[in-house]
């Protein structure tokens, strides 16, 4: 026997589906839209879900999120950015997270992910060669690597470290401030902002000047 209908049964599946959103949270979430009755809220929600798919693409350059038919984000076209100056992330959000600490003043490179073979992600799959590309193309001096405090974050900054080793750049990596296991998108604005300020060179190649 059926408790509850099957339409309202199916959304709170549906709120139960995203990340982070446990039964009681989706059942919440239903319970809102029914007891508010908001022919306006659910027309917004509906049409920006329908909407997203088609009005979001990629930067050719970094990969960060900009506009459909757009070909390069802002942050690297910005004339203001030092181009020669790399924070490389994780994902999209992670960039959000380092510019509301209003510290970083270079461009960014979306990994697409984390090295993690039990998850089925490989180097092969992440925005590396366009990473390696980059820093011959932009004259890039220094490379800051900017995945999470977790074993595939740690992972995935040893295995770019090794990529880059040959390159005359600098690499860093944040600093220690951000406590272990908690990703970019979750940490507050000045323990992310004393990590960037205080970032610690991993590698000075020698015939750097």
């Avoid at 509301?100 to 490179?109: A, P």
């Avoid at 697409?112 to 890039?140: F, Y």
């Avoid at 740690?154 to 272990?180: D, W």
């Amino acid at each position: 026997m059926n408790i509850l209908p099957p339409a309202l049964s199916d959304l709170i599946d549906a709120f139960n589906a995203l990340p982070g959103v446990g039964p009681r949270t989706a059942e919440r979430y239903a319970y809102w839209f029914i007891k508010h009755d908001s022919t306006s809220a659910n027309i917004k929600l509906a049409s920006a879900l329908q909407s997203l798919s088609g009005g979001i693409g990629y930067c050719q350059k970094t990969f960060a999120l900009v506009p459909a038919g757009q070909q390069l984000s802002e942050l690297y076209t910005d004339p203001k950015r030092d181009k020669t100056t790399i924070a490389i992330v994780a994902e999209p959000f992670d960039i959000v997270a380092i510019e509301k600490t209003n510290l970083f003043n270079g461009t960014y490179h979306v990994l697409g992910g984390l090295i993690s073979p039990i998850d089925g992600i490989s180097p092969e799959q992440l925005h590396i060669p366009e990473l390696i590309a980059r820093i011959t193309e932009d004259q890039v001096k220094e490379v800051i690597l900017a995945t999470n405090a977790s074993v595939e974050g740690e992972s995935t900054a040893l295995y770019i470290q090794q990529q880059l080793q040959n390159k005359p750049v600098k690499i860093s990596r944040l600093a220690r401030g951000l406590p272990i296991g908690v990703d970019l998108e979750y940490a507050d604005q000045i323990t992310l902002g004393r990590a960037i300020e205080h970032r610690q060179s991993i590698i000075i190649n020698n015939d750097l000047t």
